[in-house]
């Protein structure tokens, strides 16, 4: 059980080390995803363990390590929040509590930016798509490419999504008043193309469900009044 000397120190080590944790998830899934490492799923596989099934080519040489450097990095994440609140042992939970609302509000403004561009580049990308735009403009091999999940995620998405974690730190507030202009304006613009125009497509829904994400993005920002 927790004493009354070290039960501060406990919360402290658990806060922080969730927080720890999401940054190394986030960080894992940049590099599976980016740069083709294997991940801890895989790992797991390799050895069939919680639950998840043996793959059916083992991992060997380099891809076995970079899988075990991907776990070390949360075992590595532990040891830095430990070292970090034994060396700040007399930091008030209150101070931690300002440092960890500060990062959350950062991680929100960021992740609004990216929701927000992100929406607005994949609109522009799928509506020159579908309206045969991009042959014209560039070629068929870069049409290919853009219509690529994998690499439109890599060289579209992860570089905005880095910018939009730029913005988030020089920014310290977002409109809301200009964001639901948006929303309605992206309904009213559905509206009048299919009912007036008979004109429909898949990816007007989609900037809507963006829009509205970055609203709520926005309403957990004011939650934490930052």
């Given at each position: 059980?927790?004493?009354?000397?070290?039960?501060?120190?406990?919360?402290?080590?658990?806060?922080?080390?969730?927080?720890?944790?999401?940054?190394?998830?986030?960080?894992?899934?940049?590099?599976?995803?980016?740069?083709?490492?294997?991940?801890?799923?895989?790992?797991?596989?390799?050895?069939?363990?919680?639950?998840?099934?043996?793959?059916?080519?083992?991992?060997?040489?380099?891809?076995?390590?970079?899988?075990?450097?991907?776990?070390?990095?949360?075992?590595?994440?532990i040891l830095l929040v430990y070292?970090?609140?034994?060396?700040?042992?007399?930091?008030?939970?209150?101070?931690?509590?300002?440092?960890?609302?500060?990062?959350?509000?950062?991680?929100?403004?960021?992740?609004?930016?990216?929701?927000?561009?992100?929406?607005?580049?994949?609109?522009?990308?799928?509506?020159?798509?579908?309206?045969?735009?991009?042959?014209?403009?560039?070629?068929?091999?870069?049409?290919?490419?853009?219509?690529?999940?994998?690499?439109?995620?890599?060289?579209?998405?992860?570089?905005l999504v880095l910018v939009s974690?730029?913005?988030?730190?020089?920014?310290?507030?977002?409109?809301?008043?200009?964001?639901?202009?948006?929303?309605?304006?992206?309904?009213?613009?559905?509206?009048?193309?299919?009912?007036?125009?008979?004109?429909?497509?898949?990816?007007q829904g989609d900037l809507v469900?963006?829009?509205?994400?970055?609203?709520?993005?926005?309403?957990?920002?004011?939650?934490?009044?930052?």
């Open positions: 059980m927790f004493t009354k000397n070290n039960l501060p120190i406990s919360i402290r080590i658990f806060s922080y080390s969730i927080l720890a944790f999401t940054l190394v998830f986030l960080i894992n899934n940049v590099l599976t995803v980016w740069l083709d490492w294997p991940g801890i799923k895989k790992l797991f596989s390799q050895f069939g363990l919680f639950g998840f099934r043996i793959l059916n080519t083992p991992l060997e040489g380099l891809s076995l390590a970079l899988a075990f450097i991907q776990l070390f990095f949360y075992f590595i994440s070292f970090y609140v034994r060396k700040s042992i007399d930091q008030t939970l209150e101070t931690d509590a300002e440092i960890l609302t500060k990062i959350a509000g950062y991680i929100i403004r960021s992740s609004f930016w990216a929701v927000l561009i992100l929406g607005i580049v994949d609109f522009i990308i799928s509506f020159m798509v579908v309206e045969k735009l991009i042959e014209p403009i560039f070629n068929e091999a870069i049409k290919f490419k853009l219509v690529n999940p994998s690499f439109r995620i890599t060289f579209i998405h992860f570089p974690f730029i913005i988030g730190y020089f920014t310290r507030s977002v409109g809301f008043i200009w964001l639901a202009v948006l929303v309605v304006g992206s309904e009213f613009v559905i509206v009048l193309s299919r009912f007036i125009f008979n004109y429909e497509q898949a990816f469900r963006f829009l509205v994400c970055c609203t709520l993005s926005f309403c957990q920002r004011i939650c934490f009044n930052t």
